[in-house]
């Protein structure tokens, strides 16, 4: 018998992380009966998760909760290692998934997914700040702009002398997606140059887009830094600093420093945007993506939830910067 189109969404988890519980507790929020979860196969914190997060029904194996189709859409927030057989299975059911990033750990990878890919969100969170909304629209409502992105990711020396960059695929994809997100793809992006220091500690990549906007990214890679997008256009800035934080600046102020005659040139802000008060209660950016996946369980797309492949186009990225 088929389901009431209407009826509340049974939603599966697989993953016992703090990432899973905080989208344990967005997807109630937004009405989701989370009913069903799994960690890894034989996992002794699984039935821990489940009781905590009042969930009723566990599973010891996540392929077997993958493939069983008892649900309406499910979240598979596992190990990165784990997420792409996870989805192959997943997607099988035609239902609504969520898989977190990177998705794959290379981009060729992408190709073995089969199914019903219009099906599927991607993690990246960050595309539902309130600061990153409003990015995206001053660069639609801009002619072409210039946009820079410091992407000052940990990198480690393995023992054997050569750098674990592990993370620029695992963490700063997030950063390479926003760029894709609020310029309207990084597919359209044309990759120029890229640049590499002598003692592979640093990156520089420029770009365009077809829409004329000039890119580049910066990796400083263990620089004391946060992570930045700054967009420019004309006598106008809007900055993303941290990325959870929008500020839009217009022209210069001249201040005077007292009697020594000293001018400083300040931007003049006239704007700031952040994250709403409930956020702290709930991860920035995850009521929003539970929401998306319920619309999605009820056939309604989302204009800002990410792809397979702007998952795809951010790891290609990553790629790029560290040279594989």
Request: proline share 3%; hydrophobic share 45%.
């Amino acid at each position: 018998m088929e389901r009431d189109v209407n009826s509340v969404k049974r939603l599966a988890v697989i993953g016992t992380t703090q990432i899973a519980k905080s989208h344990v507790e967005a997807a109630r929020k937004v009405g989701f009966d989370v009913c069903h979860v799994a960690g890894r196969k034989n996992s002794n914190t699984v039935d821990i998760f489940a009781t905590s997060n009042s969930i009723s029904n566990v599973w010891s194996d996540p392929m077997a909760l993958a493939t069983s189709g008892d649900w309406d859409a499910i979240i598979i927030a596992s190990a990165p290692d784990s997420l792409a057989d996870l989805l192959q299975c997943a997607m099988k059911s035609n239902n609504a998934v969520l898989v977190e990033k990177p998705v794959v750990l290379e981009s060729q990878l992408f190709e073995r997914f089969q199914g019903s890919p219009d099906k599927v969100i991607v993690g990246f969170n960050r595309r539902f700040y309130a600061a990153v909304l409003e990015a995206k629209k001053f660069v639609t409502e801009k002619p072409a702009c210039v946009i820079q992105l410091q992407v000052p990711e940990l990198i480690v020396l393995k023992p054997g002398g050569k750098w674990d960059y592990s993370r620029v695929k695992t963490n700063s994809i997030h950063a390479f997606d926003l760029l894709n997100f609020v310029t309207g793809g990084l597919h359209d992006l044309k990759i120029d140059f890229v640049f590499r220091d002598s003692k592979k500690t640093a990156a520089v990549v420029t770009t365009r887009s077809t829409r004329g906007d000039v890119c580049s990214i910066v990796a400083n890679w263990n620089a004391p830094a946060n992570f930045s997008l700054t967009i420019d256009s004309d006598d106008e800035r809007f900055e993303l600093k941290p990325l959870e934080d929008g500020a839009l600046y217009e022209g210069l102020e001249v201040v005077q420093a007292g009697s020594s005659g000293r001018r400083t040139y300040v931007p003049k802000k006239i704007a700031a945007f952040s994250e709403y008060d409930d956020l702290d209660i709930y991860k920035p950016g995850f009521l929003g993506q539970a929401q998306a996946l319920l619309d999605l369980t009820c056939g309604k797309g989302s204009t800002v939830a990410a792809t397979l492949n702007d998952a795809k186009a951010a790891l290609l990225f990553a790629e790029a910067l560290i040279g594989t």
